[in-house]
């Protein structure tokens, strides 16, 4: 059964580093997504991505975030400058019909 | 805006018993609901969804939900809880099947033997 893939599956970084989460979605979906989920709370929306730009975004989503398609395949979450409260568990979701999600990279920032 | 609770925090059921998780939703429009369950550690996985057509749709693993338009509600069931039920769940809304969602904040689900 295809599936969207993260890694890495955890990521421990220093406040101020950027960090890439990268993300092979399900091969003949059209619809990609990044959420995020702070420990114990609920799953936030980030952004969403169509037709390689994005097509929506949160409050959450500023300038420090980014997303990229490089190369047809894989798509990316770049943290320019990471805070504190970045960290939590990031999903990654892709969506022809329904959107179908990742496994999770659990970013931790000291 | 739309907007998704979840009233129970937590539940603990007996193993062999029935499970019903409650869900509310506010959208001005038809919308497209989920359940997805995330096991401790793992990902989201869709159970099921509601789009249109019978308000009763089942899903993986045994699990079913409702839609009740007049209440407003997707409520998540199944008869018999397994211990390996145990995880937190999570309802959500969208506009259309492939839209943004909005969760839930979950409901964890402890199965007693």
């Known amino acids: 059964e295809p599936e969207v893939t993260q890694t890495p599956s955890h990521q421990v970084t220093q406040m101020g580093q950027e960090v890439i989460l990268r993300c092979v979605p399900i091969s003949n979906h059209l619809y990609f997504y990044w959420y995020r989920q702070i420990l114990g709370q609920k799953v936030e929306f980030l952004v969403s991505?169509?037709?390689?730009?994005?097509?929506?975004k949160s409050e959450i989503f500023d300038d420090q975030f980014s997303v990229e398609r490089p190369d047809g395949s894989n798509f990316t979450l770049k943290i320019r400058s990471t805070k504190l409260e970045d960290s939590a568990m990031y999903f990654c979701?892709?969506?022809?019909?329904?959107?179908?999600f990742g496994q999770g990279t659990r970013l931790t920032v000291v | 805006a739309q907007s998704v609770t979840q009233p129970d925090i937590h539940i603990t059921v007996s193993e062999g018993a029935s499970l019903e998780l409650r869900c509310n939703y506010s959208?001005?429009?038809?919308?497209?609901l989920f359940w997805y369950v995330q096991s401790p550690g793992q990902g989201l996985q869709l159970l099921l969804k509601?789009?249109?057509?019978?308000?009763l749709v089942q899903g993986i693993k045994g699990f079913e939900a409702e839609f009740k338009r007049s209440q407003s509600s997707f409520n998540l069931r199944k008869p018999s809880v397994h211990w390996s039920d145990a995880a937190e769940y999570f309802c959500a809304v969208g506009e259309e099947g492939y839209s943004t969602l909005t969760f839930g904040k979950g409901t964890m689900l402890l199965v007693s033997p």
């Open positions: 959208y001005g429009a038809t919308p497209y």
């Open positions: 509601y789009f249109s057509g019978d308000t």
């Open positions: 979701a892709s969506a022809v019909g329904e959107a179908f």
């Open positions: 991505f169509y037709n390689n730009e994005i097509s929506e």
